[in-house]
């Protein structure tokens, strides 16, 4: 169990007087704390709320914003052992409580029972994620719903065993949508949450896209030789593309969006490629639909005082497209 | 010999009327496209969705939005994309950073303080761009000082009033934006600019240190408002000529939309018509007994209709136009998923109950479930309205094989299509004209013709029996005047009844294909000469307002922008090339 408390003042550098519970030794599963990571005040509070007082959170926010690095990185600095798993619509129900498999025991095959990776995390002090929770079938969010009672145990029907849950676990879980499924056509693969599952999660708190100071800052954590003033000047500028793909996002005049990730990456391709304007093309642009492209091309303009070159056309199909073939 | 050189004459007449014709095509729909940009960065930077262009004019949603800073209203924005930007740039400063509601409280009144607090608003709004979008400021920038050569070259700027509003505007711009004046402006106004000094000095210093705050910000833009206010009535007085107060209106008027030399591609007239709303906006007819219905195969000859049908064939087969692939692309846009039916014997799903024996009779077989089939299937209807006024003769060919085409594609794509025409069937008036002069010609009697709607293929006939039908569009004696806003009525309800077998889902499509206002002689002189031209874009709004059809207007050398939101030139000087079916196309694409 947690065998200390520390300051939030000084350890996440947040201005609160809150003191929270954290382990004093690391073991492997304790993520690695990232120096450079910049937490969100009220996200990390809540986070912070769900580890000490016992909560269970679901984080929510569009792709990119780094929500499970976000818990990770509060993990890491509590030094509280942290495990991720994919909800992905794959991962069956047996997956996360265990099977019978067959093994070799002296030389004979037995079946024995082997613990999915719930019953193995409710008996440590570890912080389960779930990762695209609204992803999850149907029939696996039913597993997980017994434990989101606070004091729920485990039952393994097959086994006849009852599990308790370790005074030490938490559960998270990260997800694109709040459970009402695929509304803006961004997220195929979401399924619409039962409410019941919803009404389960004690805390529930939204990632959204950084501010641009913040999200200036996250960039040059990552890329720090563009630190100096000219490249904080072009770093701003990029921010402000993403920040305007957003808006265009949200007005309905594009159908993909810059994740902070996106800007990083970008960020990055510049030192690859030397030129803004091709990295942009290369780590963005060609992963929109090309009758998008005149668009984010006017965006670009605006934040770059400079033409997006390179083979975009405002047009859809070439004009030939509908010429008899031969 | 003689005769050899007309013809070659009349041969070289006629390409460069084509070529003009292209070439005018070919800038309006870069100049639409330019605008379509404009309004699409007004949105991300405004964040406000449903800004959209009509003509030059901005709209929100339904609603025009007035912009009244002079220098947002480049005169074309063909030669210069970039002056555009800055005017699209500036309004949606001005909206996103300005409070219209406050500003419109604060407003002075007279005509000259209006336009002087109008410009130091836009001003500050314009002062407030994000420093990371140098692009939006140099937009910005370039647009004002493209405007200000306009207003230096103009005969304004030697009156008195039309000096010390240029001072004005560039010396508060300077100020608030912190952006530097050309030397040569500076050379300009330096006289007036020291007469002016002990009025706004004061003023002037605060404007930027207050550029932060409407509310603080307003006072010092009123006192430099109302010191030009001032010295205009002053000039006024002092000329003392009885008709020049009121001429000076205009004056300003032309800094507002400096109409310069009239060389880009026109826009569909549009303007409010005084007629209509001393009828409480309600459109009359002013008799209906005419007016009659026709399919077009009755009206035209068999004989005639093969003829027109072998040339329609041969157009279409020389330009090379796949209709197959076509009517793929028709369907993957107009397509949409619909449940149908059930699959059996899957490993997941729902349970079904007819297949739970089998888990008793083979124990390994787990395939119990059933799943919805989803399948993709076209819904939609679509309806081609072709105008069939006196100048759309010329491109009759043209339009008859564009229609016949998409007439087929659509119809291998699973949807219902329509086409449909109108005409009248007498110039000027008609019978009902003649009626009204009999009845001594009461005032604003409405619309004054013998409407003729024809129906070249209705939605229950296939194309392969249409087909002669549809070359009907060719016959040009038929092509006379046009009521548009009473076809898209028509066109729109005949959308909404049911045909055989479809239920009421699925998209309700009518493309308009037209080369200009409306356009009937008699009911602009009776009434007014927008009369028609409001009816339409209120029949138009009220259709999409209501939802009852999607209606894109395919304007031939025009931009319809004043009459349908949804809208596209159309360049068939070439009559109907793969392009312009692609253009269609990406219209449809677009809107989905």
Request: aromatic residues 6%.
């Amino acid at each position: 169990m947690p065998d200390h408390m520390v300051s939030v003042r000084e350890v996440f550098n947040l201005d609160s007087d809150l003191m929270v519970a954290a382990f004093r030794e690391a073991d492997d599963h304790v993520p690695e704390a990232d120096a450079a990571y910049r937490f969100n005040h009220d996200v990390t509070l809540a986070i912070l709320a769900a580890f000490t007082r016992n909560r269970r959170m679901l984080l929510q926010g569009l792709h990119g914003t780094g929500k499970s690095t976000h818990i990770e990185q509060v993990a890491a600095r509590l030094n509280w052992p942290c495990v991720r798993v994919n909800l992905d619509g794959h991962i069956s129900r047996l997956d996360l409580v265990g099977r019978d498999t067959v093994v070799l025991k002296d030389g004979k095959q037995i079946t024995e029972f082997q613990e999915g990776i719930v019953p193995w995390a409710i008996q440590r002090p570890v912080a389960l994620i779930l990762d695209e929770y609204d992803a999850g079938r149907p029939d696996v969010m039913f597993v997980i719903q017994r434990l989101l009672e606070r004091d729920g145990k485990l039952t393994l029907l097959d086994q006849n065993r009852v599990l308790d849950v370790h005074p030490g676990f938490r559960l998270f879980a990260t997800a694109n949508t709040v459970g009402l499924g695929n509304l803006n056509g961004m997220y195929h693969g979401v399924q619409r949450l039962n409410h019941a599952q919803i009404d389960r999660w004690n805390i529930v708190a939204a990632l959204n896209h950084p501010p641009a100071e913040d999200e200036i800052e996250i960039v040059l954590a990552r890329v720090p030789e563009m630190d100096h003033p000219a490249g904080r000047d072009l770093v701003a500028s990029m921010v402000a593309v993403a920040k305007l793909t957003r808006d265009g996002f949200k007005v309905g005049d594009l159908s993909t969006l810059m994740s902070p990730r996106t800007v990083i990456t970008w960020a990055e391709n510049i030192g690859i490629f030397g030129d803004p304007g091709k990295a942009f093309q290369l780590s963005f642009v060609n992963k929109c639909d090309q009758a998008e492209h005149g668009i984010i091309a006017e965006y670009f303009q605006r934040c770059f005082d400079r033409e997006l070159e390179g083979p975009s056309s405002p047009g859809h199909v070439p004009d030939n497209a509908f010429a008899a073939a031969g | 010999m003689a005769s050899l050189t007309e013809q070659t004459e009349q041969a070289d007449r006629d390409r460069a009327a084509a070529a003009s014709r292209r070439f005018a095509a070919l800038s309006l729909r870069r100049r639409k496209q330019t605008m379509e940009l404009g309004a699409a960065a007004m949105r991300a930077l405004s964040g406000r969705r449903g800004l959209h262009f009509r003509g030059t004019v901005l709209y929100h949603e339904e609603k025009p939005v007035v912009m009244p800073a002079p220098h947002l209203h480049p005169p074309t924005c063909d030669s210069a994309p970039a002056s555009f930007r800055g005017a699209a740039d500036g309004m949606a400063l001005r909206l996103k950073k300005s409070d219209a509601t406050l500003h419109k409280r604060l407003c002075p009144d007279t005509a000259t303080r209006v336009l002087v607090f109008e410009m130091l608003e836009q001003f500050r709004a314009e002062s407030l761009v994000d420093p990371a979008m140098p692009g939006v400021r140099a937009n910005l920038n370039d647009r004002f000082q493209q405007w200000s050569r306009e207003f230096e070259a103009s005969p304004l700027i030697d009156t008195a009033l039309g000096i010390i509003l240029f001072t004005v505007a560039q010396v508060c711009r300077a100020r608030i934006t912190a952006e530097p004046m050309p030397p040569d402006f500076e050379d300009r106004i330096e006289s007036t600019r020291m007469d002016l000094a002990p009025y706004i000095g004061i003023h002037l210093a605060a404007l930027r240190r207050e550029r932060f705050s409407q509310t603080g910000f307003a006072p010092h833009a009123l006192a430099i408002a109302e010191t030009v206010g001032a010295i205009s009535e002053h000039l006024e007085s002092r000329e003392a000529k009885p008709a020049r107060p009121k001429s000076r209106v205009p004056q300003f008027q032309l800094l507002f939309d400096q109409d310069g030399d009239d060389d880009h591609v026109p826009t569909a007239g549009y303007g409010q018509s005084d007629a209509l709303q001393d009828g409480q906006g309600l459109y009359r007819q002013y008799t209906t007994s005419y007016d009659r219905q026709f399919q077009a195969s009755d009206l035209i000859r068999a004989e005639l209709l093969r003829g027109y049908r072998q040339q329609l064939d041969d157009d279409i087969a020389r330009k090379g136009i796949n209709v197959p692939r076509l009517g793929r692309a028709l369907s993957e846009i107009l397509a949409e998923d619909s449940q149908d039916g059930w699959d059996g014997d899957a490993l997941e799903g729902r349970l079904d109950g007819s297949r739970l024996a089998r888990l008793v009779t083979s124990s390994g077989d787990r395939r119990v479930f059933r799943t919805e089939r989803i399948e993709r299937r076209t819904e939609a209807k679509v309806t081609f309205l072709v105008d069939c006024s006196g100048s759309m003769k010329e491109y009759s060919a043209a339009v008859a094989a564009l229609v016949d085409v998409y007439a087929r594609a659509l119809e291998l794509a699973g949807a219902r299509c329509e086409v449909l025409g109108f005409t009248t069937a007498a110039w000027n008036g008609g019978r009902a004209g003649k009626d009204w002069i009999r009845a001594g010609r009461p005032a604003y009697p409405g619309r004054l013709n013998e409407v003729r709607h024809l129906v070249f293929k209705d939605g229950d006939t296939p194309w392969r029996r249409a087909r002669s039908g549809i070359a009907g569009l060719m016959k040009k004696d038929l092509f006379r005047e046009g009521v548009d806003g009473e076809a898209v009525d028509w066109a729109c309800a005949r959308l909404a009844e049911c045909g055989t077998g479809n239920d009421d889902s699925g998209r309700r499509i009518l493309l308009v294909i037209s080369d200009g206002s409306p356009m009937d002689g008699a009911t602009g002189l009776a009434n007014d000469s927008h009369y028609l031209e409001q009816h339409l874009k209120d029949v138009v709004t009220a259709h999409e307002v209501s939802g009852s059809a999607e209606i894109f207007g395919l304007g031939v050398g025009l931009d319809l922008s004043p009459y349908y939101r949804r809208n596209l030139a159309l360049d068939l000087s070439q009559g109907t090339t793969p392009a312009v079916v692609n253009q269609v196309l990406g219209l449809l694409l677009r809107s989905r």
